[in-house]
């Protein structure tokens, strides 16, 4: 494989008419992108009623090669008469996610039975009967509900409401894996537990920091806003122990200055240890102080704790912050003197940061350092997750949480006169810890792949397949349907968003919401998502339901129910009468002024302490990534051209590690850790930190063990002590085991 000298470029060009192709054709695909729907990937959000390609700001083309490749893989044929007929059960645990994915698209209900070795056809009636039936059977505890980020806030809220007067409050989404440790970290700071900036403060901002991310894989559409930035003399420093091509040059495929000379990303680039970011945040926080350059009538009038994390800098020793960061004290030191002299700084970061059992910490950690210049609560300027899936913040607004806050609570209550449950609710983990126990008999998942997005593969193939029944309502097939398969299962074919008969809406990590118009039905048998909840409910509860749940197979009705619960979201409820210019930022979540949503109206500082580095010996410290080709679980290519891998079943590595192993490029090598192992993983040299290694998500979810950030719950999937060691049988290729692990987003 040729290497890139940069991100983007001719190549995603290339592979966007690959994808189109495969959709068929050019004209069918861009057809459906410019139809007024949102981005079906990452959260930065494009689409809706201002037309498909064009964000909030109103810019255009306003699209990357993620969104195709979604796309692409909705336009997909249906799966082929005969396909479960004659591929058994096993015969799909064997098939790479890739193939499962790219089988086509699911168009009749699915049917597992106990024992049995293949998926039948069912009809809608059967399987909807079976699964209200399986419902009657089982004590509320004894169920939980999953919910993907891809679907709709309409969904989403009739289904959280749904689970809650059938008795449950095990109610979760796919965060829990992801970004709760963003949510949480920031609502302890604060006071919401989204992103205090939009779309426009990016414009006004001359420097970013980049901590834990890689939006030249996962957000492509982020770059054009940091191209723009360095354009304006601005600065990016980049904060991640390995070097990714993307951020160091990208070429923007809609800007033709950018995509034939390409534009450089990271004016600095640092590379800490695996799980030393908070010792180099301190140690920016410190040289800060050591300039002068602390704002301190803005921590004195607009801040709590500031006093306390000012002595707690203060007595930082530098021996420690450069030991337990792995950075040198000049280079901090130079990031500090940088951001010193900015004007409106804006502090993103993605899983890097919340992967860790002290996720929580070190989101706190960036919301100090932001907080030391005053830099949250005034335009151009503040705190910004890099959420991933179109709508996993819209989800959570939506109170698809075990614990509903107090007013969405109250109101539900109120406005449709029904009693909840108060009941503790589980979190993802605990609720796959309760299966492995036995206590969890019924399972429905509203897209996503639960098992594959789960650390510890043997723990949740144990957990899945020990529930009595699990509904999958899904569009494409991925690893969840092989492995993660419950005593029986049934798969619901739901509708993509841009092919329901009407209308739904998503929440951007810009805290903006997008109206989607829907579109034409592209198959037969898949129906939308509200419409098989509306159906299941509607059947279960029959004429003892405590609401009507007819009038909510109208998404309009949805809406003003979710504008009567949900604060901040009462104008959805008049989106369906002004679509021209219904779409709004949620009021309450975004800070150009210092007025924040906590208690006592001010931020809140955090003593962070700064963390031991984990390892021992000869132990590596290995971070789980997602590549160029992938979007989180689901695998679209086996290459990842940005780190130059033409497959993932590789361990990239310092070069000095592999020296010091004694290890050649390409050797087959066991890699160990507590939870699992596996074995002739290929050697690849990789420019990451020394004492650090890299292997791909979910493949390697295998090595990942349930450890969890004990206020977020989110596992540690970028922290796994490792050993490297030659393989013994390399008679053994397991290939196609190890990628087993992947599939469908969660």
């Known amino acids: 494989m040729k290497p890139l000298n940069a991100g983007g470029g001719w190549h995603a060009i290339k592979q966007s008419l690959h994808y189109a192709q495969r959709a068929g054709g050019i004209v069918r695909l861009l057809r459906a992108m410019f139809s007024k729907n949102a981005c079906k990937t990452c959260a930065l959000g494009m689409g809706g009623q201002r037309g498909g390609m064009v964000n909030e ?79 009657r059977e089982t004590d509320p505890n004894g169920s939980f509900f999953y919910f993907s980020g891809r679907s709709s806030n309409e969904a989403g809220f009739l289904l959280q409401l749904f689970a809650r007067l059938y008795g449950t409050n095990n109610v979760n989404n796919c965060s829990y894996y992801c970004h709760q440790a963003s949510g949480v970290g920031l609502a302890s700071v604060t ?69 034939l000379f390409g534009s450089s990303i990271a004016s600095t680039y640092v590379q800490p240890h695996i799980g030393g970011d908070i010792a180099f945040l301190v140690g920016v926080a410190k040289a800060l102080g050591e300039l002068g350059r602390v704002e301190t009538s803005f921590i004195e009038r607009y801040t709590d704790g500031g006093a306390e994390f000012l002595s707690m800098m203060a007595a930082a020793q530098w021996g420690d912050i450069v030991a337990g960061s792995g950075v040198e004290e000049s280079l901090i030191r130079r990031v ?18 919340t992967h860790h059992e002290h996720g929580v910490e070190n989101v706190q950690a960036i919301a100090n350092l932001a907080l030391l210049r005053g830099m949250v609560g005034r335009p151009g300027a503040g705190l910004l997750p890099l959420r991933g899936h179109s709508n996993v913040q819209g989800i959570g607004s939506m109170g698809v949480t075990p614990k509903l806050k107090e007013a969405v609570f109250e109101r539900i209550q109120r406005d449709l006169k029904v009693s909840l449950p108060d009941t503790a609710g589980m979190d993802t983990m605990a609720c796959m810890e309760a299966a492995t126990k036995g206590d969890v008999r019924f399972a429905l998942c509203l897209g996503g792949n639960l098992y594959a997005s789960n650390p510890d593969q043997a723990f949740a193939a144990k957990a899945m397949q020990g529930i009595d029944s699990v509904v999958y309502l899904s569009t494409t097939l991925n690893t969840g349907h092989a492995h993660g398969t419950g005593k029986e299962t049934w798969i619901l074919p739901v509708q993509a968003r841009d092919e329901e008969a009407q209308s739904t809406t998503q929440e951007s990590m810009f805290n903006f919401v997008r109206l989607s118009d829907g579109g034409k039905a592209r198959y037969e048998g898949p129906r939308s998502e509200v419409d098989v909840i509306q159906s299941m409910a509607a059947d279960y509860f029959g004429d003892d339901s405590p609401i009507d749940w007819s009038k909510f197979a109208e998404h309009r009705n949805i809406r003003k129910a979710i504008a009567a619960a949900i604060p901040g979201y009462e104008k959805i409820g ?19 002024e210092p007025v924040f949503a906590t208690p006592s109206k001010r931020a809140q500082f955090h003593n962070v302490a700064m963390p031991k580095l984990q390892g021992e010996g000869d132990q590596l410290r290995l971070m789980t990534v997602r590549s160029e080709g992938q979007f989180n679980t689901v695998v679209y290519e086996e290459e990842d051209i940005y780190r130059n891998q033409e497959r993932r079943d590789v361990i990239l590595m310092n070069p000095e590690d592999i020296e010091a192993r004694s290890l050649k490029i390409d050797q087959p090598v066991t890699v160990s850790s507590a939870t699992g192992r596996m074995t002739n993983i290929l050697v690849r040299p990789f420019d990451v930190r020394a004492g650090n290694a890299i292997m791909y998500y979910p493949e390697a979810n295998i090595l990942v063990p349930k450890t969890t950030d004990a206020r977020s719950k989110t596992p540690a999937f970028k922290n796994v002590c490792v050993t490297v060691e030659p393989s013994v049988d390399r008679s053994t290729v397991p290939t196609h085991e190890i990628r087993l692990a992947v599939g469908k987003s969660h």
């Open 57 to 135: 700001r109103g810019n255009f083309p306003a699209v990357c090669k993620k969104s195709m490749q979604a796309m692409a893989a909705d336009l997909q044929g249906a799966i082929r008469g005969g396909f479960f007929e004659r591929f058994s059960i096993d015969q799909l645990r064997r098939m790479s996610p890739r193939d499962l994915e790219l089988s086509g698209r699911i168009v009749k209900p699915l049917y597992l039975g106990k024992h049995a070795t293949h998926y039948r056809e069912v009809s809608w009636e059967q399987a909807l009967a079976g699964i209200v039936g399986k419902l």
């Open 574 to 592: 008049e989106i369906d009468d002004n679509k021209k210019d219904g779409e709004f930022h949620i009021a309450g979540r975004t800070f150009h």
């Open 191 to 259: 006071g919401s537990g989204t992103a205090t900036v939009t779309l426009d403060d990016l414009d006004q901002a001359d420097m970013v920091f980049l901590i834990g991310g890689n939006p030249a894989s996962n957000h492509p559409r982020l770059m054009a806003e940091l191209v723009e930035l360095r354009r304006r003399g601005g600065k990016v420093v980049v904060v991640n122990p390995a070097k990714e091509l993307g951020l160091v040059r990208f070429k923007v495929p809609s800007d033709v200055r950018s995509l």
């Open 336 to 353: 500090a003197k940088d951001y010193a002299l900015a004007k409106n700084v804006v502090f993103c970061w993605a899983m890097g940061i």
